[in-house]
């Protein structure tokens, strides 16, 4: 197995985001070159209600896919296609912007106040900015979940691992895969790699994640 070497370690920053959320940006309305296709990566971990409340009101997309992982508490969403819906943890809410899209997001925490999530910006390729705008949401029971043979666990959201396939349904348009993994605490190698060739390739190192536990099902 061939290794790459990590090219660049990125501390998120803070971010004043929406109405006022405070969150930290990965990367983002700069030169994102270098992760193309994906234009942002926003970590909205919050326990402090005031600081992510006001939320993201109505506003517009166009030309991208955002696709929101939610981790604690729950995100209330409506755009201007007449969709409303809410996700909480586990669950995965995709619009695909197309043409053109109006939208909010609304973060509410969980019983005690906590927030955490990801969201992610995906550029449409040229032939697909027009596209006519969707929208799509997958429950946390809907995931795969993968297991291999040395401990590693997987929820698979979209893209092709140890022949299974994501959830989503003729989803992504730019074609990616995104998984959360848990690792064993050993030192076997762990085979996550998708098949074919990997161009881009990023991972978020999330510290202190007992404070926000990945939604896994139970075995």
């Known amino acids: 197995m061939s ?9 998120a920053k803070p971010t004043l985001e929406g109405a006022g959320v405070r969150l930290r940006r990965a990367f983002g309305f700069g030169n994102t070159s270098e992760f193309d296709p994906f234009l942002l990566l926003d970590d909205f971990r919050n326990d402090v209600p005031d600081d992510y409340l006001a939320g993201f009101p109505w506003h517009p997309h166009r030309g991208i896919e955002t696709i929101t992982y939610v981790l604690a508490g729950t995100v209330e969403h409506a755009d201007s296609l007449g969709n409303r819906g809410a996700i909480g943890a ?21 019983q005690v106040g906590q927030m955490h999530g990801f ?4 550029n449409l390729p040229s032939s697909l900015k027009m596209t006519a705008p969707r929208y799509q949401e997958i429950k946390a029971p809907e995931v795969p979940e993968l297991t291999d043979d040395d401990g590693t666990r997987v ?24 998984m959360s993994a848990c690792l064993p605490g050993n030192e076997k190698p762990s085979r996550l790699r998708p098949r074919g060739t990997l161009l881009r390739m990023f991972s978020l190192a999330v510290e202190n994640s007992a404070m926000h536990p990945a939604p896994w099902r139970s075995n």
């Open 119 to 122: 969201q992610l910006w995906a």
């Open 90 to 110: 586990g669950d995965i809410q995709w619009m695909t912007a197309g043409r053109g899209i109006i939208h909010q997001e609304m973060p509410k925490g969980d």
């Open 155 to 178: 929820r698979l959201v979209c893209g092709s691992l140890w022949a299974s396939e994501g959830r989503s349904r003729g989803l992504p348009l730019t074609p990616f895969m995104w």
């Open 3 to 11: 290794l790459r070497p990590v090219r660049r370690l990125i501390e």
